[in-house]
T-cell receptor, first 112, second 114 residues
Framework: QQQVKQSPQSLIVQKGGISIINCAYENTAFDYFPWYQQFPGKGPALLIA?????SEKKEGRFTISFNKSAKQFSLHIMDSQPGDSATYFC???????????FGSGTQLTVLP | ETGVTQSPTHLIKTRGQQVTLRCSSQSGHNTVSWYQQALGQGPQFIFQYYREEENGRGNFPPRFSGLQFPNYSSELNVNALELDDSALYLC?????????????FGQGTRLTVV
């Protein structure tokens, strides 16, 4: 029940295209859903996060869509750039928990 | 940069040995969490330290232990190293131990057990 399932495992997109990464969860106590970006040799860095009281959050080219009834959320990267090439992790957390529960990651490659 | 620093960046140890990894938390953060990230996987929670006490543990055996110091820096100790302990070890600091507060990650320590 603590799992967060992420897909796809890898994604190749042309420059200027839209990258979409999906996550699903089971634990209805989760109430915080961040997305992290990780470059090789670096730790994860917070990109954007959402709480379940809103269905969408946008920050620049990055948008989270959240579907509470389906227990799914997704990251959309608009106008994808080669510099966006990295591994992206979705995560989830409940307010009382100490830890983030991470998905398995999506390796995004944006072709020039 | 997050202000969370980890040392060393890379480490090679032999099976059965012991290792200590170090983390300096971001200024003002009194909570440090440790995660293990195996190759190609998402980080897995090891444990959290808050005000120098272990404040929660994931599904890791007792040979994984830690410390937190009065300046909120932290150590992760692993005894009797196994080959499967080879991973990137991440430290994350946050303002509070629970709630929907942002966690800031260090760059990690890459541990290889041979």
């Amino acid at each position: 029940q603590q799992q967060v399932k992420q897909s796809p495992q890898s994604l190749i997109v042309q420059k200027g295209g839209i990258s979409i990464i999906n996550c699903a969860y089971e634990n209805t106590a989760f109430d915080y859903f961040p997305w992290y970006q990780q470059f090789p040799g670096k730790g994860p860095a917070l990109l954007i996060a959402i709480r379940p009281d809103v269905s969408e959050k946008k920050e620049g080219r990055f948008t989270i869509s959240f579907n509470k009834s389906a227990k799914q959320f997704s990251l959309h990267i608009m106008d994808s750039q080669p510099g966006d090439s990295a591994t992206y992790f979705c995560a989830a957390k409940s307010g009382s928990a100490r830890q983030l529960t991470f998905g398995s990651g999506t390796q995004l490659t944006v072709l020039p | 940069e997050t202000g969370v620093t980890q040392s060393p960046t890379h480490l090679i140890k032999t099976r059965g040995q012991q290792v200590t990894l170090r983390c300096s938390s971001q200024s003002g953060h009194n909570t440090v969490s440790w995660y293990q990230q195996a190759l190609g996987q998402g980080p897995q929670f090891i444990f959290q330290y808050y005000r120098e006490e272990e404040n929660g543990r994931g599904n890791f055996p007792p040979r994984f232990s830690g410390l937190q110091f009065p300046n909120y820096s932290s150590e992760l100790n692993v005894n009797a190293l196994e080959l499967d302990d080879s991973a990137l070890y991440l430290c994350a600091s946050s303002l509070v131990p629970t709630g929907n507060t942002e966690a800031f990650f260090g760059q990690g320590t890459r541990l290889t057990v041979v």
